[in-house]
């Protein structure tokens, strides 16, 4: 029997997990599956800039060959301008990387700094993405709480408290997937004198940072930062509606300086894929120049907005559902009075859910959430079909309903 490595026995990515299979095999079987699990903005026709897709495509022979490990010039160039305009001080041409999306990169810093046992400091709830590729690498992961009841920001005296002598660094991610929340600056401000108490490698996942709602500010924590090392991640997947491009980036700030054999680490690993996809670095330059189509969609009267407005007020109508309204990204992170409904837990419910009304969302604990009273809702479907999944998710419940009705005798 060939049996997989042990190093994936803790790696999970419940978003196309066991219950995203049984949706696919009710698909199989004719039923219509609404799906409110991913966030891919493709399948629902929200537009890709044109002057995007017409770059790379006048650059196609250009990119067949090899690129450079690290990146193409002028995207590089243009993300060290996007950057440093932002207020993110010293960024040098060798501080940009680009990648197949902020997946690889992420799994790149982390395979070049972590030995067996190293920690690193993860939000719960997280995006399973980083929590496993802390397990991939021999790390491990110790939880962080963000709650509702503090806007989903992070705790940071939990944080504090879970520090080690093996700690390495700290995950964030803002504006955060699966909660929505947009870190304040006063936040984000503690978290940077924490990395320099203890040494600490901030890893910052900035992929929604122009997906923001109500006048909300993003700020990127490198800006607040010149002594800790700080790594910011972003890309076209969101701002831009390109996942399946794959391009994103990485820029290296604050101390870097001490961290030259670290980045060595990185820099081996980036030439060992050799070249991160070419074709699409040729986007990257015409994105963040051109106009930014995302501030339509985000808008009051824009599309993100409408819809963020839609699903937070229909989950909020449903007696036994609570939610924080999102300020960021496009998910909402509700809560389930479970006893109310007879169920035991967030997986019980995504699944019944699913195989008795085909709606799919993603259950909290999906996300290394502590507590498996939660699910994920995204709310990136046109209106209409929105508001079908969403009456169905009440549909579902009512009937789940357990009555707290006392007879009198």
Request: net charge neutral; aromatic share 10%.
């Amino acid at each position: 029997m060939i049996t997989r490595s042990t190093r994936l026995n803790q790696v999970a990515y419940d978003i196309r997990g066991k219950i995203y299979e049984q949706s696919q095999a009710l698909v199989q079987q004719g039923h219509q599956v609404l799906s409110l699990h991913i966030g891919d903005p493709a399948p629902f026709h929200f537009p890709v800039p044109d002057h995007i897709v017409e770059r790379m495509a006048a650059h196609l022979r250009d990119g067949q060959g090899y690129g450079d490990a690290i990146g193409l010039d002028e995207a590089r160039a243009a993300i060290r301008a996007e950057y440093s305009a932002r207020g993110i001080k010293g960024i040098r041409m060798e501080d940009v990387y680009t990648g197949n999306g902020v997946s690889e990169l992420a799994m790149i810093s982390l395979q070049a700094l972590l030995n067996d046992g190293d920690e690193v400091l993860v939000p719960t709830p997280d995006y399973p993405l980083w929590s496993s590729a802390v397990h991939l690498y021999g790390g491990k992961c110790v939880y962080y709480r963000c709650d509702a009841s503090s806007d989903w920001y992070p705790d940071v005296e939990d944080m504090e408290r879970h520090i080690t002598s093996r700690t390495k660094g700290i995950v964030l991610i803002n504006p955060n997937n699966p909660t929505g929340a947009v870190y304040p600056a006063e936040v984000l401000q503690q978290i940077v004198k924490l990395a320099e108490k203890y040494n600490l490698i901030i890893f910052s996942d900035e992929i929604y940072d122009k997906i923001l709602y109500d006048g909300a500010k993003h700020t990127s924590i490198a800006a607040l930062n010149t002594k800790a090392l700080c790594l910011t991640f972003s890309g076209l997947t969101k701002n831009y509606r390109i996942p399946g491009f794959r391009a994103g980036w990485m820029v290296i700030s604050g101390n870097v300086s001490a961290a030259r054999d670290y980045i060595g680490g990185i820099n081996l690993l980036a030439n060992l894929r050799v070249c991160s996809n070419l074709p699409a670095q040729y986007g990257i330059k015409a994105a963040l120049e051109g106009y930014q189509h995302i501030n339509d969609l985000i808008a009051p009267d824009g599309r993100l907005q409408q819809q963020r407005d839609l699903c937070y007020q229909k989950i909020s109508q449903i007696p036994g559902l609570h939610c924080v309204k999102p300020m960021g990204a496009f998910y909402l992170f509700a809560s389930i009075d479970l006893p109310k409904f007879n169920l035991n837990n967030d997986y019980e419910f995504v699944y019944t859910l699913l195989t008795e009304e085909k709606v799919l969302i993603v259950q909290g604990t999906g996300f290394n959430y502590y507590r498996d009273d939660h699910f994920r809702v995204v709310f990136l479907p046109e209106a209409a079909y929105l508001e079908t999944a969403l009456d169905r998710i009440a549909s579902f419940l009512e009937r789940k309903r357990v009555s707290k009705a006392i007879s009198v005798k």
